[in-house]
């Protein structure tokens, strides 16, 4: 086993990863931007080393002043969480060559997966069901055209390289194609360096589901279940939980050896994420995450396995700790991803202090969060605050048990998402379960629900106002709300 690791992350992450080298009784090392000097996972890593700057790219993402700090600090190994430099090939690479264990994959299976073309050509001579569309990268607009008439309409065209949705169009009808090319195209070369791009028959009434693999060097390949992921906004996940509510014992079984089948085709390491789409019965391959996710703690809290001690046991050369017949899930769990965002205001970013802080608790939850009363968000890197975990003995549990942490959570300051949150955990359909990867755009009456919710906690928030001295903050608040709701009606009503 390791007796020093370097986490090359920050924020909520980094404590995840620096509790599990606590408690495997690993020393943990951590990097630090200049306005990260204060923040919680400086003080609770063993040893922290500044990276000098702001800008992820002269910190988070600068590989040589990370591989620096690693061979200065005699650390054995890297972790590096999610996001920043996670699936970066030349980070895992570099880790390889100067003879650092890095917690992940290698850098061939994450450039492998990386580009999504390799990916669907490797999938498919695995036998893994991937979306009809091109075997490689569309050249041409002929060629783009030959394609689309032969999948037919509707069709997705998508970037090879990088991820998030970044330049992904819908093209419902032939005389669109062309202008959608372009600008996929250009936002592919101008987003990752790559212009490349692929066709895939765009699928209707779609699932995002989602699932966790776990594999040694041993050739031990097991799946943990999946992960509902399909409520999301612009292609970014919002809300996760597990098992998910169209999941039946035989389509897991289904999905599961699929996801299986994937790894052992790459001969994949550590922990891994197979995404899939699902839609009426049938599932198709999207593509492999090489690395942790960001919802990995609802995996966590329905089969009691910590995937991160997993993760560093691997890397260390040591076998799986369980075997797939010994995998069971119990109870539902959900993840509510906290923002610093304004929903009222297309949820631009919302960086500044946090006034006042108290996150929730009691049975079944769970807050991995990086932050404190005074903690200042930084503007130069996500503004996520926390992951709110909830876990019940059955989905309406959790989905209540989520209401009530939500109810708890106060966060002074910023404007948070938590009032959309509400709005989404309040809605019909998500109650029952109905929904595809449309469902925040069509139900387009969240936006007014969250307006309200801002108006009728206002009352709360003024006691709040006495306490943290913040009485301008919340009434500009609750003025945005009443604003957004006077221009909403107006809307509906045709003004």
């Known amino acids: 086993m390791f007796h020093k690791v370097l986490v090359a992350n920050r924020s909520e992450i980094a404590v995840r990863v620096m ?15 200049d306005v990260d000097a204060n923040a919680i996972h400086t003080h609770y890593a063993d040893e922290a080393y500044p990276l000098s700057g702001n800008h992820p790219k002269e910190t988070y993402l600068n590989i040589k002043k990370i591989i620096d700090i690693a ?39 994450i450039e492998l997966m990386g580009n999504k073309v390799v990916a669907r050509q490797t999938m498919k001579r695995a036998g893994v069901p991937v979306v009809p569309g091109s075997d490689g990268e569309v050249k041409t607009l002929e060629e783009a055209k030959a394609i689309a008439s032969e999948i037919g309409y509707p069709v997705l065209i998508k970037a090879s390289a990088g991820g998030g949705g970044i330049g992904m169009q819908v093209v419902q009808k032939p005389e669109d194609l062309e202008r959608a090319m372009e600008h996929t195209v250009a936002t592919a070369l101008s987003a990752f360096g790559d212009a490349g791009v692929f066709i895939e028959k765009y699928v209707t009434n779609p699932r995002h589901i989602e699932f966790q693999i776990l ?9 943990l279940g999946e992960r509902e992921c399909t409520i999301q906004r612009r292609h970014q996940k919002i809300l996760e939980e597990s098992p998910s509510p ?24 550590n922990a891994g994420t197979i995404e899939f789409i699902y839609s009426d019965g049938n599932f198709y391959f999207i593509e492999m995450n090489t690395r942790i996710q960001v919802e ?5 809290m329905v089969t009691g396995i910590d995937l991160v001690k997993e993760q560093i046991r691997i890397a260390a050369g040591e076998p799986l700790s369980v075997r797939q017949e010994e995998v069971r899930m119990y109870g539902h769990a959900i993840e509510c991803r906290i923002n610093a965002e304004d929903p009222l205001n297309n949820f631009a970013p919302s960086p500044g202090k946090l006034l006042g802080y108290r996150s929730p608790g ?11 009363t005074s903690y200042a968000i930084p503007p130069f890197y996500d503004p996520m605050i926390s992951k709110l975990v909830v876990w019940g003995r059955n989905r309406e549990e959790a989905i209540r048990r989520m209401q009530r942490a939500l109810y708890e959570y106060i966060i002074v300051g910023p404007n948070t998402n938590i009032p959309f949150l509400k709005a989404v955990l309040a809605n019909e359909r998500f109650q029952r379960g109905e929904f595809t990867t449309h469902f925040v755009r069509e ?16 009352p709360l928030q003024e006691k709040l106002q006495r306490i943290f001295r913040v009485d ?14 006077h221009h909403y009606e107006n809307l509906s009503q045709g003004e």
């Open 296 to 300: 990995h703690p609802v995996t966590e």
């Open 19 to 33: 509790r599990a080298l606590r408690e495997l009784g690993i020393r943990s090392v951590a990097i630090y931007s």
């Open 246 to 269: 169209v999941m039946t014992p035989e389509l897991r079984r289904q999905m599961g050896e699929v996801a299986i089948r994937a790894a052992q085709a790459i001969q994949y390491v």
């Open 472 to 485: 301008k903050k919340m009434a500009a608040a609750a003025a945005a709300a009443q604003a957004f709701l």
């Open 443 to 458: 139900e387009s009456t969240l936006l007014r629900e969250t307006a309200r919710i801002l108006l009728e906690e206002h």
């Open 362 to 372: 009691g049975v079944g939850v769970r807050v991995d969060s990086g932050v404190f």
């Open 71 to 109: 061979k200065n600090a005699n650390v054995e190994a890297i972790h590096p969480g999610y996001g920043f430099l996670a699936e970066n090939p030349s980070f895992a690479y570099a880790c390889e060559k100067e003879g650092i264990v890095f917690i992940g994959p290698s850098s061939r299976a």
């Open 215 to 223: 594999a040694d060097h041993f050739g031990n390949v097991i799946h």
